[in-house]
């Protein structure tokens, strides 16, 4: 994942956001969780973190855990502070969890992770509420994606390979951590819009105002993500269990080709070919590895599944909507009377 000229600076992005969000600047706090390191940067917030260390245990063990649990984890988090303030935990060695694909620099990655621990805190859905599970996961990462496209030359490729990734894990991991980082449907939205969004003339705040109107317009239910997740049940059993074959797929394609659920079909067949052409990566599920199929799948059945899964999706770009409904059958045309005319006498 590490490329050449790739020189990721936690200092020099900690200090652009501080100045991109200066309400922010005293109260929020930058650590790398692998060298273990506080980021220092503003005078105001390193005096508040040096006393919080010095003066607040609990807060300081509560800090030393998370340190150690997200850097096992090799992932990264944000978490609220007693003042409003924020602590920003990034994971920055180049074995950390990567969802833009296994092109992106390490530097791209990396952004990505702040600017998405970084739309949690500026927008206004970015912070776990009771209208939904999703919606702050939603926000930080429509937040994310949009800076990825203002930052990036090829932006817009890594968010369309967040937004597989999303579905993959929601379609392919046991248990209900990742209902709340399915945020496909909202990354979809900005994905069809980007060519009518001056993205490259807005102000970070003006983007993390576009990122609360774009989640709170598509974020999904609860309940769909609840559909989505439980269709998969049979195959993330499977997949748990690391055969190390190809029988989870099988029961991959079976779910994706038989059912009548559009929202089931519309994140299980991209997941589907995803694992169909050994293009997704394995996945840490809590403390487990989910080892994926780095190979193409092949041979006749794998055709066969292909040839069904191209004619379904066709089927569903031309019905959208209507596509799994039990329509009545069109009634054959029927034979006109023969034309009677009257005599008029
Ligand atoms: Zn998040």
Same mark, same amino acid.
Request: hydrophobic share 40%.
């Given at each position: 994942?590490?490329?050449?000229?790739?020189?990721?600076?936690?200092?020099?992005?900690?200090?652009?956001?501080?100045?991109?969000? $200066?309400?922010?600047?005293? !109260?929020?706090?930058?650590?790398?969780?692998?060298?273990?390191?506080?980021?220092?940067?503003?005078?105001?917030?390193?005096?508040?973190?040096? !006393?919080?260390?010095?003066? @607040?245990?609990?807060? !300081?063990?509560?800090?030393?855990?998370?340190?150690?649990?997200?850097?096992?984890?090799?992932?990264?988090?944000?978490? &609220?502070?007693?003042?409003?303030?924020?602590?920003?935990?990034?994971?920055?060695?180049?074995?950390?969890?990567?969802?833009?694909?296994k092109t992106?620099?390490?530097?791209?990655?990396?952004?990505?992770?702040?600017?998405?621990?970084?739309?949690?805190? *500026?927008?206004?859905?970015?912070?776990?509420?009771?209208?939904?599970?999703?919606?702050? %996961?939603?926000?930080?990462?429509?937040?994310a994606a949009?800076?990825?496209?203002?930052?990036?030359?090829?932006?817009?490729?890594?968010?369309?390979?967040?937004?597989?990734?999303?579905?993959?894990?929601?379609?392919?991991?046991?248990?209900?951590?990742?209902?709340?980082?399915?945020?496909?449907?909202?990354?979809?939205?900005?994905? %069809?819009?980007?060519?009518?969004?001056?993205?490259?003339?807005?102000?970070?705040?003006?983007?993390?105002?576009?990122?609360?109107?774009?989640? *709170?317009?598509?974020?999904?239910?609860?309940?769909?993500?609840?559909? *989505?997740?439980?269709?998969?049940?049979?195959?993330?059993?499977?997949?748990?269990?690391? $055969?190390?074959?190809?029988? &989870?797929?099988?029961?991959?394609?079976?779910? *994706?080709?038989?059912?009548?659920?559009?929202?089931?079909?519309?994140?299980?067949? &991209?997941?589907?070919?995803?694992?169909?052409?050994?293009?997704?990566?394995?996945?840490?599920?809590?403390?487990?590895l989910i080892?994926? @199929? %780095?190979?193409?799948?092949?041979?006749?059945?794998?055709?066969?599944?292909?040839?069904?899964?191209?004619?379904? %999706?066709?089927?569903?770009? !031309?019905?959208?909507?209507?596509?799994?409904?039990?329509? $009545?059958?069109?009634?054959?045309?029927?034979?006109? $009377?023969?034309?009677?005319?009257?005599?008029?006498?």
């Open positions: 994942m590490t490329t050449a000229n790739d020189n990721f600076d936690f200092a020099a992005l900690a200090a652009e956001i501080r100045r991109d969000f $200066p309400d922010l600047a005293p !109260r929020v706090y930058f650590v790398d969780t692998f060298k273990k390191q506080y980021i220092h940067g503003d005078a105001r917030a390193d005096a508040h973190y040096e !006393r919080y260390m010095a003066v @607040n245990p609990s807060l !300081r063990n509560c800090l030393v855990n998370q340190i150690g649990k997200y850097s096992a984890q090799k992932n990264s988090m944000v978490f &609220p502070g007693p003042n409003n303030d924020f602590f920003v935990l990034l994971y920055t060695d180049d074995d950390g969890i990567s969802l833009l694909g992106t620099s390490l530097k791209q990655g990396l952004t990505f992770v702040i600017d998405h621990e970084i739309g949690h805190v *500026v927008t206004g859905y970015g912070q776990a509420g009771k209208l939904s599970r999703t919606l702050h %996961e939603c926000t930080a990462d429509a937040y949009m800076r990825q496209i203002q930052r990036f030359d090829h932006g817009l490729n890594a968010v369309k390979s967040l937004q597989l990734r999303r579905a993959q894990r929601l379609v392919s991991l046991e248990g209900t951590r990742h209902a709340e980082h399915f945020t496909s449907f909202v990354l979809d939205k900005i994905i %069809e819009s980007v060519d009518k969004l001056p993205l490259r003339q807005m102000t970070p705040q003006q983007t993390a105002h576009l990122a609360d109107r774009f989640a *709170v317009v598509h974020t999904p239910n609860d309940q769909v993500v609840k559909n *989505v997740m439980e269709a998969f049940a049979p195959f993330q059993k499977m997949l748990a269990q690391q $055969p190390g074959d190809d029988t &989870p797929y099988r029961v991959l394609a079976q779910t *994706v080709l038989d059912t009548k659920e559009w929202e089931v079909f519309r994140w299980g067949a &991209p997941v589907l070919r995803g694992y169909i052409r050994g293009a997704l990566s394995d996945m840490q599920n809590g403390d487990q080892k994926v @199929n %780095e190979k193409p799948l092949w041979g006749a059945g794998w055709d066969s599944v292909a040839k069904r899964l191209k004619e379904r %999706e066709f089927e569903f770009n !031309r019905d959208q909507i209507l596509f799994g409904l039990d329509l $009545p059958a069109p009634k054959p045309a029927q034979a006109q $009377p023969p034309m009677r005319f009257r005599h008029i006498p």
